[in-house]
């Protein structure tokens, strides 16, 4: 004789076998089961499956108020028998919860007042739903109230990255994708120029609230007799490094000046922590999110006071761009800033620009590779975006060939101190592009391996160097720091950090170093599309790829690549005129047509 129980919410009909049950299913499968793993309702004998009989729910219930009784009793009362049918729908009623609620293997009746409160919580919940279905269908029409706004806050949460479904977006019969729930917002107007990327990839957006101690007393070098020049771009506001050379016998001097950021941020301190954190400064169009704070700049810019604290690389260099010796030490210096252009002016970095041009042939000759990709500088001023295409002028190349000459010394000095350090290598591509102009310079670039940062020195193919290190930029990037922290631990004659602590670093500032460069790309993509919403384009683009009937093009003035229909064949490096057509702000997507 099968008695009826309930196994996994469902009826089962059971019989004894042994020590355990065995139980059919209302889909005709069995199990063996433990009789603790069942709800016991009727002794049987039961069939599947059953019809539950009309009952007297309410009056049940008036008579029971607040009291507890068994599944049988509750049937009883309220189908006027104790059959299968009535145990399972005395069951129904308790899983339902509305005036009974089972507990353990008893039936409660709830008081007037539970009753009471339950039945505002369903209306509410059903005014809820009713509200939400309203509100889904204006916004399927593209409208909205109001009072629809605490509903769109879940889909701009999911557009920041902030949360990873929304029932709203499966009402709409939308992705519920950060994407997705951008396009949504656009259409309907509540965004318009809004940029998600930083936010989304969790990065912070308000400079460090950390104070910085004072200055160490230590001897320090005065060379504020010599000329020292900070050149950078126009508008640049954290100038950390600085520049003088001069011919000797044997060549050139050469001094680079760093910021010395290190000897107000020790290893461990709270700002050597929260500048490990955020991995480098963050470059928006919108404006700088530093990963120092503001105060370090301000204190340990180049060039931002009359006289400012420097580490000192000084380096002889000969005719040939060989580096023959190094001396470090920290310094006060006497900057000058200067933009590049201004550079171009200045009789006084004569020595620079033939020292700069003897190492770059030299990396040259060990297999460097000299990519030169028109770059574009993107701002937001006044609620506009402008775009600045940066010129390549030859003092850049100055620049660039004293900052690698410091970081190719630095590296120098760890491997033969034996210091730990963080090196700056990478593979050879695989295979070196024959031929001339953007085009080559592009498929280049795609063949390039990834840089990679290691506590074990190894050459840098992309540079043309047996080994290298990032040293002259602490303000902006951590792992420069860390390398400062290391040469001034070694220059003190201090414990520097170990291997394994470089590593650690070298990992965590490396894995948030890579979302701060997608965001900055990012950013920098979704500015440039605003610009061409507001101001169209209509421009030069150079084919650097043919892709089947498709072509690749470069937009020097832009800084950005489209693929283009192509409606004749072109060689490689064509010139042609494209117009901006529409860009998908959402999905970062611009598209382009031939004039």
């Given at each position: 004789?099968?008695?009826?129980?309930?196994?996994?919410?469902?009826?089962?009909?059971?019989?004894?076998?042994?020590?355990?049950?065995?139980?059919?299913?209302?889909?005709?499968?069995?199990?063996?089961?433990?009789?603790?793993?069942?709800?016991?309702?009727?002794?049987?004998?039961?069939?599947?499956?059953?019809?539950?009989?009309?009952?007297?729910?309410?009056?049940?219930?008036?008579?029971?108020?607040?009291?507890?009784?068994?599944?049988?009793?509750?049937?009883?009362?309220?189908?006027?028998?104790?059959?299968?049918?009535?145990?399972?729908?005395?069951?129904?009623?308790?899983?339902?919860?509305?005036?009974?609620?089972?507990?353990?293997?008893?039936?409660?009746?709830?008081?007037?007042?539970?009753?009471?409160?339950?039945?505002?919580?369903?209306?509410?919940?059903?005014?809820?739903?009713?509200?939400?279905?309203?509100?889904?269908?204006?916004?399927?029409?593209?409208?909205?109230?109001?009072?629809?706004?605490?509903?769109?806050?879940?889909?701009?949460?999911?557009?920041?990255?902030?949360?990873?479904?929304?029932?709203?977006?499966?009402?709409?019969?939308?992705?519920?994708?950060?994407?997705?729930?951008?396009?949504?917002?656009?259409?309907?107007?509540?965004?318009?120029?809004?940029?998600?990327?930083?936010?989304?990839?969790?990065?912070?957006?308000?400079?460090?609230?950390?104070?910085?101690?004072?200055?160490?007393?230590?001897?320090?070098?005065?060379?504020?007799?010599?000329?020292?020049?900070?050149?950078?771009?126009?508008?640049?506001?954290?100038?950390?490094?600085?520049?003088?050379?001069?011919?000797?016998?044997?060549?050139?001097?050469l001094l680079v000046h760093?910021?010395?950021?290190?000897?107000?941020?020790?290893?461990?301190?709270?700002?050597?922590?929260?500048?490990?954190?955020?991995?480098?400064?963050?470059?928006?169009?919108?404006?700088?999110?530093?990963?120092?704070?503001?105060?370090?700049?301000?204190?340990?810019g180049l060039g931002l006071?009359?006289?400012?604290?420097?580490?000192?690389?000084?380096?002889?260099?000969?005719?040939?761009?060989?580096?023959?010796?190094?001396?470090?030490?920290?310094?006060?210096?006497?900057?000058?800033?200067?933009?590049?252009?201004?550079?171009?002016?200045?009789?006084?970095?004569?020595?620079?620009?033939?020292?700069?041009?003897?190492?770059?042939?030299?990396?040259?000759?060990?297999?460097?590779?000299?990519?030169?990709?028109?770059?574009?500088?993107?701002?937001?001023?006044?609620?506009?975006?402008?775009?600045?295409?940066?010129?390549?002028?030859?003092?850049?190349?100055?620049?660039?060939?004293?900052?690698?000459?410091?970081?190719?010394?630095?590296?120098?000095?760890?491997?033969?101190?034996?210091?730990?350090?963080?090196?700056?290598?990478?593979?050879?591509?695989?295979?070196?592009?024959?031929?001339?102009?953007?085009?080559?310079?592009?498929?280049?670039?795609?063949?390039?391996?990834?840089?990679?940062?290691?506590?074990?020195?190894?050459?840098?193919?992309?540079?043309?160097?047996?080994?290298?290190?990032?040293?002259?930029?602490?303000?902006?990037?951590?792992?420069?720091?860390?390398?400062?922290?290391?040469?001034?631990?070694?220059?003190?004659?201090?414990?520097?950090?170990?291997?394994?602590?470089?590593?650690?670093?070298?990992?965590?500032?490396?894995?948030?170093?890579?979302?701060?460069?997608?965001?900055?790309?990012?950013?920098?993509?979704?500015?440039?599309?605003?610009?061409?919403?507001q101001e169209g384009y209509?421009?030069?683009?150079?084919?650097?790829?043919?892709?089947?009937?498709?072509?690749?093009?470069?937009?020097?003035?832009?800084?950005?690549?489209?693929?283009?229909?192509?409606?004749?064949?072109?060689?490689?490096?064509?010139?042609?005129?494209?117009?901006?057509?529409?860009?998908?702000?959402?999905?970062?997507?611009?598209?382009?047509?031939?004039?």
């Amino acid at each position: 004789m099968a008695a009826l129980v309930i196994y996994k919410n469902r009826p089962a009909l059971a019989e004894e076998r042994g020590d355990k049950l065995e139980l059919t299913l209302p889909d005709g499968a069995r199990a063996r089961v433990r009789p603790k793993d069942v709800l016991f309702l009727h002794p049987g004998p039961a069939r599947l499956p059953l019809e539950v009989p009309e009952g007297e729910e309410e009056a049940a219930w008036e008579l029971l108020q607040g009291q507890a009784v068994s599944l049988k009793e509750l049937a009883e009362l309220v189908y006027g028998a104790y059959t299968p049918e009535a145990a399972y729908g005395a069951y129904l009623l308790a899983q339902r919860g509305e005036r009974f609620v089972l507990e353990g293997d008893r039936v409660r009746a709830r008081t007037p007042e539970e009753l009471a409160a339950l039945l505002r919580a369903k209306r509410a919940r059903e005014e809820r739903e009713q509200a939400f279905q309203e509100a889904v269908g204006r916004l399927k029409e593209g409208r909205w109230l109001p009072e629809d706004r605490p509903l769109l806050a879940e889909a701009e949460a999911l557009a920041w990255g902030e949360r990873r479904e929304s029932r709203l977006m499966r009402a709409l019969a939308l992705p519920e994708t950060p994407e997705a729930a951008h396009a949504f917002l656009l259409r309907l107007g509540l965004w318009r120029w809004e940029n998600p990327h930083p936010r989304r990839l969790g990065l912070p957006l308000t400079p460090p609230d950390l104070p910085l101690p004072p200055l160490p007393e230590e001897a320090r070098e005065d060379l504020t007799h010599l000329p020292a020049f900070a050149v950078d771009d126009e508008g640049s506001q954290d100038p950390d490094d600085a520049v003088y050379a001069e011919r000797v016998p044997e060549g050139f001097r050469l001094l680079v000046h760093v910021a010395d950021v290190a000897a107000l941020v020790p290893p461990g301190s709270p700002q050597d922590l929260e500048a490990l954190r955020r991995g480098a400064n963050l470059y928006l169009p919108e404006g700088t999110v530093p990963m120092l704070p503001q105060a370090a700049t301000e204190r340990l810019g180049l060039g931002l006071r009359e006289v400012s604290p420097a580490l000192t690389f000084e380096l002889w260099v000969s005719e040939e761009g060989e580096l023959l010796r190094e001396r470090l030490y920290p310094s006060w210096v006497r900057v000058q800033r200067l933009t590049y252009r201004e550079a171009l002016g200045e009789p006084a970095l004569g020595p620079l620009a033939a020292l700069a041009q003897a190492f770059h042939r030299k990396r040259l000759a060990q297999g460097a590779l000299d990519l030169a990709l028109p770059e574009v500088k993107v701002r937001l001023e006044e609620g506009r975006v402008r775009l600045t295409p940066l010129p390549p002028y030859e003092s850049r190349l100055w620049v660039r060939e004293a900052m690698l000459l410091a970081g190719y010394a630095a590296a120098h000095l760890a491997l033969r101190e034996g210091l730990p350090f963080p090196f700056a290598t990478q593979e050879a591509p695989s295979r070196r592009v024959e031929g001339e102009g953007l085009a080559a310079m592009w498929e280049q670039r795609k063949l390039l391996k990834r840089a990679q940062l290691k506590a074990v020195p190894a050459p840098h193919k992309g540079l043309g160097l047996p080994l290298y290190a990032q040293v002259t930029s602490p303000l902006r990037r951590y792992l420069d720091l860390v390398a400062h922290q290391q040469l001034r631990a070694w220059l003190r004659g201090e414990k520097p950090l170990s291997q394994e602590e470089l590593l650690q670093r070298v990992g965590a500032a490396e894995a948030v170093a890579d979302l701060v460069r997608e965001a900055e790309r990012k950013s920098k993509l979704h500015w440039t599309l605003i610009h061409l919403l507001q101001e169209g384009y209509e421009g030069p683009g150079v084919l650097v790829e043919r892709r089947g009937g498709q072509g690749v093009f470069l937009l020097p003035e832009l800084g950005l690549s489209a693929q283009v229909a192509l409606a004749q064949p072109l060689p490689l490096n064509a010139e042609v005129r494209l117009r901006f057509l529409e860009a998908d702000l959402a999905n970062l997507e611009a598209r382009f047509a031939l004039v």
